[in-house]
């Protein structure tokens, strides 16, 4: 098994590295964000063993059912997923990372546990970059206000911007939400937000993603293999 994790990570790191290459960007630039969710906990580690320390994962109760069990891994948990303000303590404490945040109740409940906690973590803000209709994520038009709003909250150290693109099978509309991500970047930066990171892509469209300027791709199924359960689970709204 731990043999055929790294193949496929090896295969992966060479597949975008190609994809930077072809975008006329350096590999540096582009790291990996494995995606974890609904993989058991003995998978994760084979994982941590080929010195991956980084797991995305998209429900609260995946990352509190195996912190415990990994604890002796080193796992930084970024939080990828829609998150209820009422597990907001729960994330505060676990994860070192959340880039699903997307409304002001939800950085208020954010910073109110953080406190409490006495930690500081890193967030991207997840930005809506298509129109359909029930997506997750902040309206594009809302976020200069939002990260205005979010520079009172020292508990939230904010690094860049995240999306999902539009679900269809069309490449060029895919390549345009993560324009749309990268440009909304550029104007942020004309305000005074410097956000470094976009966190755009997945494994069926990292390269589009790179191609627009992905500093890091979420990627579960071309490493970890097809999941147990359908995306519909994870994201009921594309159900
Ligand atoms: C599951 C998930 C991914 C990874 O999807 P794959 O297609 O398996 O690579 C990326 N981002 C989010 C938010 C996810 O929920």
Not at 95 to 117: F, I, P
Request: glycine fraction near 8%; hydrophobic fraction near 40%.
């Amino acid at each position: 098994m731990a043999e055929t994790l790294r193949q496929r990570w090896d295969l992966l790191r060479a597949r975008v590295d190609d994809a930077c290459t072809a975008a006329g960007r350096s590999p540096h630039e582009v790291s990996v964000l494995p995606v974890s969710k609904t993989f058991a906990p003995e998978l994760i580690r084979d994982a941590v063993e080929l010195g991956l320390h980084r797991f995305g994962e998209n429900k609260v109760q995946e990352i509190k059912d195996k912190a415990g069990p990994l604890a002796d891994c080193g796992i930084d948990w970024v939080m990828i997923g829609h998150l209820q303000t009422n597990k907001a303590g729960v994330v505060a404490r676990l994860a070192a990372e959340v880039q699903s945040l997307d409304r002001s109740r939800l950085a208020v409940a954010l910073d109110r546990h953080l406190r409490a906690e006495n930690r500081v973590i890193d967030v991207l803000v997840q930005v809506k970059t298509s129109d359909e209709p029930s997506k997750y994520g902040l309206d594009p038009a809302q976020l200069l206000p939002f990260l205005d709003e979010l520079a009172a909250y020292p508990t939230l150290n904010v690094r860049g911007l995240m999306t999902l693109a539009i679900n269809t099978d069309d490449p060029a509309t895919i390549r345009g939400c993560f324009r749309r991500l990268r440009q909304l970047r550029d104007t942020a930066a004309t305000h005074g937000h410097d956000l470094p990171r976009l966190s755009m892509g997945m494994s069926g469209d990292f390269a589009l993603a790179i191609a627009e300027g992905a500093t890091e791709v979420r990627i579960g199924t071309a490493l970890f293999g097809a999941r147990p359960y359908p995306d519909s689970y994870y994201w009921p709204e594309r159900g």
